[in-house]
């Protein structure tokens, strides 16, 4: 087994995410940092632009309150005995159109600003979108069996959100608050350093306050995330089992623990809003505490001639914009954690390497006579799926021959290991010893998406798509004529029922097939399987809500379908499997009996003493 690796621009087995799926809120990493402001310099010409026209933005409005405080010493000038009133009024419009153009310029360039990075923002969330998406499709079972997919979404979301602002609230506010804070700090200095002393005593306060209030604000997100997410999983749990919730009358059941999770929910709120009023409330009255003094000191430097008016006007006009840059401080700090640790909770999916994979010189299947063999296969499921302990082995010894032509029937009780076999053969799980051939190809050395294109596995439990029954017949193959489509579902004994219904195949199943009978859902299943080519075909369990006098006419109908394949069926039920060219029965994960079904019958053993079970089960159904 590969070793496990870091964070930090590396990767690992997904088999072993359980043990660092989820990382601490209060994780700071500067790998993330970089590596998500790479994400956003990939986009080089809208960054550039974004960061200039913030450059900008913040320089223009430097100007506003310098030619705010020109405006109020030239209009004193006018009060004064014997100046030029002609000359003083042209100097106060050329100031006031130098005022209303360095704001618009400043917000002309805002908006552009504002834009360009929401635009890379949203193109880093769209990325992402579609690494995490994909990133899910090629983990391997053995990862998702041990995740909750109502937490992946809310990651999928959440997170996705958190990262992407990272270029509006970090990058972009960074270069931002540089200019306005470094540029306004210099210039009232440049004024009267004592005064710029005075009006930037809050400038520490609400800074650190501010940083204080946002990385507590931010664990508390962390905290309503989570609850979010469990919100989420109580709602998919639900609504995807509405059906038994509505059986066993457990609305009011299911409506306590969805109050329950949206109480913890709104407690974590509370907390938030609490956290955010009052830190608000004390940065604001410092601020305003500040601004007072600046009036009285700087008050009393222009009675005494050390300022003009209009130089303590400019005063109050920076300290009126550094306001908001000042608290923004906080906010820059949040984004800092709130993105490395989302960040690092995406990075965590998106870094792992499947277990299953396609190793580097894989080559596609070749068929040639389709012949698939177990060969001793020895199978364990990863820690954490199973119930079974470290040692004990799902499979044991396995070997078996299927060909095209033969039909393999497995059959035994539950946790026998039935299942499993299925999965193995379409490579969803790897063989823990011995080796499983395709005319003698190891399929661990073939690629994946040939290997799946000539393994058919009908599923135990068919799940079909929110959409038409057409288009759930041919998802496998989209490009499907209707011939081949109605002529897998007439061989699934399923064409006349479709044909009779008001939009025939153009009719929605509903979401999860729930408007088709389990029988039904279990033929479209077949269907949909047999109208693919394939050399092998797996039937897992595929006909147990189907009645028997129909699996009949399915397995009449499908003769001619699966003659060229090598078919395995698997099931409990005898008389799915009774025409199989060999039987095997297997008993916590070995095969204690194999033949056909004459000569099983003939060793009186497990399949005989079953097959005796069932037959008299079915005759006292009948009598009944």
């Not at 509405?242 to 609305?251: E, G, H, K, L, S």
Request: glycine share 8%; with cysteine; aromatic share 8%.
């Amino acid at each position: 087994m590969q070793n496990a690796k870091t964070l930090s621009g590396e990767s690992r087995l997904d088999i072993e995410a359980d043990s660092d799926y989820r990382i601490p809120v209060s994780n700071l990493d500067a790998n993330i940092l970089w590596r998500v402001t790479k994400m956003a310099f990939q986009h080089r010409a809208r960054m550039s632009f974004a960061i200039v026209a913030t450059i900008l933005a913040a320089t223009f409005q430097l100007f506003v309150p310098q030619f705010l405080g020109r405006a109020v010493d030239q209009a004193h000038g006018l009060l004064t005995i014997g100046a030029d009133r002609g000359q003083s009024e042209d100097a106060l419009m050329t100031t006031a159109l130098l005022l209303i153009g360095a704001s618009l310029l400043r917000g002309l360039f805002t908006m552009c600003q504002n834009y360009q990075g929401e635009a890379v923002g949203q193109l880093i969330g769209y990325s992402l979108r579609l690494s995490y998406y994909r990133q899910l499709q090629k983990l391997s079972f053995s990862w998702h069996d041990k995740v909750h997919s109502g937490d992946l979404m809310a990651r999928g979301i959440l997170d996705i959100e958190g990262v992407r602002m990272w270029v509006s609230t970090g990058i972009l506010r960074f270069f931002l608050l540089s200019i306005l804070i470094g540029g306004g700090a210099v210039i009232l200095f440049r004024i009267d350093w004592e005064l710029g002393l005075v009006a930037l005593i809050f400038v520490p306060f609400v800074g650190v306050r501010g940083a204080v209030a946002r990385l507590k604000l931010r664990d508390t997100w962390m905290r309503l995330q989570d609850q979010m997410a469990n919100l989420t999983k109580i709602m998919e749990e639900n609504l995807g089992g509405i059906r038994v919730v509505r059986a066993f009358a457990a609305q009011d059941h299911e409506l306590a623990r969805f109050d329950d999770g949206a109480r913890d929910a709104l407690t974590v709120t509370h907390e938030r809003i609490n956290l955010f009023v009052r830190s608000t409330t004390q940065m604001t009255f410092v601020y305003f505490l500040t601004m007072g003094l600046v009036l009285w000191v700087g008050g009393h430097k222009a009675i005494d001639g050390q300022i003009t008016l209009g130089e303590l006007a400019q005063f109050l006009a920076f300290m009126s914009i550094l306001q908001m840059p000042v608290r923004q401080i906080g906010w820059m700090i949040n984004s800092i954690a709130r993105v490395s640790t989302c960040g690092g909770r995406l990075f965590n999916i998106l870094d792992l390497i499947p277990s299953i994979a396609d190793k580097p010189d894989a080559k596609p299947l070749q068929i040639t006579d389709g012949v698939l063999r177990f060969e001793n296969v020895d199978f364990r499921y990863p820690a954490g799926i199973s119930a079974q302990s470290a040692d004990e082995h799902t499979l044991t010894g396995i070997s078996l021959e299927a060909r095209p032509g033969k039909t393999i029937g497995i059959v035994g009780p539950p946790g026998s290991g039935k299942s499993t076999i299925a999965q193995l053969i379409g490579r969803y799980y790897d063989v823990t010893g011995g080796r499983i051939t395709i005319d003698d190809q190891d399929i661990r050395d073939v690629r994946l998406d040939s290997l799946r294109a000539n393994v058919r596995i009908v599923q135990q439990e068919p799940f079909l798509f929110t959409s038409s029954i057409d288009h759930n017949l041919a998802y496998g193959d989209p490009w499907a004529g209707r011939s081949d489509i109605e002529k897998s579902a007439a061989a699934a004994q399923l064409h006349n029922y479709i044909s009779n219904l008001p939009a025939g195949y153009r009719t929605l199943v509903g979401e999860r097939g729930m408007s088709l009978s389990g029988g039904q859902r279990q033929r479209l299943s077949i269907a949909r399987g047999v109208l693919l080519d394939g050399a092998v075909l797996v039937f897992d369990d595929s006909t147990a809500a189907i009645d028997a006098a129909t699996e009949q006419r399915i397995k009449s109908a499908m003769d001619s379908i699966v003659q060229d394949r090598a078919v395995i069926i698997i099931a409990h039920r005898l008389s799915s499997l009774m025409h199989a060219d060999e039987i095997l029965f297997l008993e916590e994960g070995h095969i204690v009996e194999r033949g056909d079904h004459d000569q099983l019958m003939t060793q009186s053993g497990r399949y005989a003493e079953l097959y005796r079970l069932q037959t008299r089960s079915a005759d006292a159904d009948g009598e009944a």
